[in-house]
């Protein structure tokens, strides 16, 4: 069995910063891409930021020059910094991985439960 376990979120100030983690846990025999999504009230699901195993990213046009994703492949786990972050950043954080269990496996897409981000004065 996999999991995601994400950590990190809560209330923060306009301006100010958070630092969002994933780890993914279980059988895992290799993790292809690890990315954000986040769901504000009302609103789809939209992407936020992704990464490859070799380090490639892509971010939403919303959030360059204030996310920054990374991962850490020895530990799959993969990080959200967040910096000036503003009242509509407020939403679910989900972390999303495509990641293969056995040697013999397709990769299969796993979510995790999401965490709460809320920017407020």
């Known amino acids: 069995q996999v999991q995601l376990v994400e950590s990190g979120g809560g209330l923060v100030q306009p301006g100010g910063s958070l630092r969002l983690s994933c780890a993914a846990s279980g059988s895992i025999f290799s993790v292809n891409t690890m990315g954000w999504y986040r769901q504000a009230p009302g609103k789809q699901r939209e992407l936020v930021a992704t990464?490859?195993?070799?380090?490639?990213?892509n971010y939403a046009d919303s959030v360059k020059g204030r996310f920054t994703i990374s991962r850490d492949n020895a530990k799959n786990t993969v990080y959200l910094q967040m910096n000036s972050l503003k009242p509509e950043d407020t939403a679910v954080y989900y972390c999303?991985?495509?990641?293969?269990?056995?040697?013999?496996?397709?990769?299969?897409?796993?979510w995790g439960q999401g965490t709460q981000v809320t920017v407020s004065s």
């Open positions: 999303n991985t495509d990641l293969v269990r056995n040697w013999y496996d397709r990769p299969t897409n796993y």
């Open positions: 990464i490859t195993s070799g380090g490639s990213t």
